[in-house]
């Protein structure tokens, strides 16, 4: 790709949106290449374990269903929601390997950062004739090898899940927290299978108030079923036990996740202990004992719960570092792509992720021509995103590229 054609679209990241973009680019006709730091499907492999709360028939998008079916693939049953790892086994795995996409998938190949090529940020500020130069990525390989490579549209979608949010008062870090981040855990630990013995026989600080938070809870609460002595103290934000959740939820597996964490909130299992309104000011770590000293204020009373583990799930944050170079514009309060954050806001569709948002391509697009965000990293901080909208972003985003890239 170093001496790119017009119709080269460069894909970056390998999760469900980025395959679905790339699926349905080359039925388009571009000449598409994806690059994914880690294996196909690696931020769905970091909840693996976790059952999804859509039925495959929302999950598979519509060119990867069709490129699939092209080449044999058999669809599973439409009703059922498959894990995190049904899903990149069954379908982003063959997915990658199609004949068609074997070759324009490239793994463990690290899109460090993206810049116009001989055109510094400030330069042509509002100028279409930025789009006269290809993009130039700077691609890093798992051995360290780094490479320049070229494309006249991009697409990025990368995803939030590899940057978890701070867990401390303000969403900066709290006290001593950059230094533990490695010991402590940011996603929805596996609770019930690999990190079993983690948590079994132990008392958990489980924090954060939303889908992650809940599905890590319930979770340790039937491993405290099962091994006396496990306990959990919650701790979220918000004050009512009813909160999270949506309305006469029309997906069922979600609404029984959200009724479950409120049964515990409200003390239905002693081994559960939920309180509302905590902010995190710091984390200490005894060497001795093996314990956490969590300290918060709770309804601006100081408050500190002494722990064995401590599971952070208070969301996941984008990274803008990438694309740093470009001229993205991205909203200040989500992080999310700006008009389509602004849509968002105030929105149904910013609240329910089953309602998609209203303007297409056009709240994707940013100053920086022939370039889109899709995917979770377009909603930012807001989780009401969905595979479904993801896969709608990818044919909007297309189809406004085609006019430059396919003259059509
Ligand atoms: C626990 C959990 C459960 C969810 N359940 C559902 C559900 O039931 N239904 C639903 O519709 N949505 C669900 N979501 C929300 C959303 O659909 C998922 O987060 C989904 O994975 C988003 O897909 P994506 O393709 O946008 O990004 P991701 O799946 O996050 O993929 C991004 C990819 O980009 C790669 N990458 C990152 N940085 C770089 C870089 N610099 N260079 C190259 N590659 C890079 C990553 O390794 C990753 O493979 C869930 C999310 C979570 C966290």
Redesign the pocket.
């Known amino acids: 790709m170093n001496t790119p054609a017009r119709h080269s679209l460069a894909v970056?990241?390998?999760?469900?949106?980025?395959?679905?973009a790339a699926a349905a680019a080359l039925e388009l006709g571009f000449d598409v290449h994806v690059?994914?730091?880690?294996?196909?499907?690696?931020?769905?492999r970091?909840?693996g374990h976790?059952?999804?709360?859509?039925p495959w028939t929302?999950?598979v998008g519509p060119a990867t269903a069709r490129l699939l079916k092209a080449n044999g693939w058999t669809a599973p049953p439409a009703d059922e929601?498959p894990t995190?790892d049904e899903f990149a086994d069954r379908v982003l795995l063959p997915l990658a390997a199609t004949p068609e996409l074997k070759g324009r998938v490239h793994t463990h190949?690290?899109?460090?950062q993206v810049s116009r090529r001989a055109t510094l940020r400030h330069e042509r500020i509002g100028d279409p004739a930025r789009a006269d130069e290809p993009f130039r990525m700077l691609?890093r390989n798992a051995g360290g090898h780094e490479s320049l490579i070229h494309a006249f549209s991009l697409i990025d979608?990368?995803?939030?899940?590899?940057t978890p949010a701070w867990a401390g008062t303000g969403g900066i870090p709290g006290r001593n927290e950059q230094y533990l981040a490695p010991q402590m855990s940011y996603?929805?630990d596996d609770v019930l299978g690999l990190r079993r013995e983690r948590h079994a026989g132990k008392r958990t600080h489980v924090v954060g108030g939303g889908?992650?938070a809940a599905?890590t809870v319930v979770a340790l609460a039937k491993l405290a079923a099962e091994v006396p002595g496990t306990s959990v103290v919650w701790a979220t934000r918000g004050t009512e036990a009813d909160a999270g959740g949506v309305v006469n939820d029309p997906?069922p597996?979600?609404a029984a996740l959200f009724a479950a964490a409120r049964a515990l909130r409200e003390g239905s299992d002693p081994a559960i202990a939920w309180f509302g309104g905590a902010e995190i000011e710091g984390f200490e770590y005894n060497t001795g004992t093996h314990k956490y000293r969590v300290t918060f204020l709770c309804g601006g009373q100081p408050r500190i719960e002494e722990v064995e583990q401590v599971v952070l799930n208070v969301g996941?944050v984008p990274?803008h570092s990438?694309t740093a170079g470009l001229h993205a514009h991205f909203c200040w309060a989500t992080g999310g792509a700006m008009k389509l954050s602004a849509a968002l806001l105030g929105s149904e569709a910013g609240a329910d992720?089953m309602v998609a948002p209203e303007g297409g391509a056009g709240v994707l697009a940013h100053p920086e021509p022939d370039y889109f965000v899709?995917?979770?990293?377009?909603y930012g901080r807001n989780?009401a995103?969905?595979?479904?909208?993801?896969y709608q972003q990818a044919a909007d985003a297309l189809a406004a590229l085609a006019p430059s890239a396919l003259g059509r």
């Open positions: 970056l990241g390998a999760g469900p949106v980025g395959l679905e690059f994914e730091r880690g294996e196909v499907g690696a931020h769905l970091g909840w976790v059952r999804m709360f859509t929302m999950n929601c995190g190949e690290q899109v460090v691609v979608a990368t995803g939030t899940f590899g996603r929805p889908a992650s599905t997906l597996a979600r996941y990274d990438i992720c899709i995917g979770a990293k377009s989780s995103f969905l595979l479904r909208t993801g």
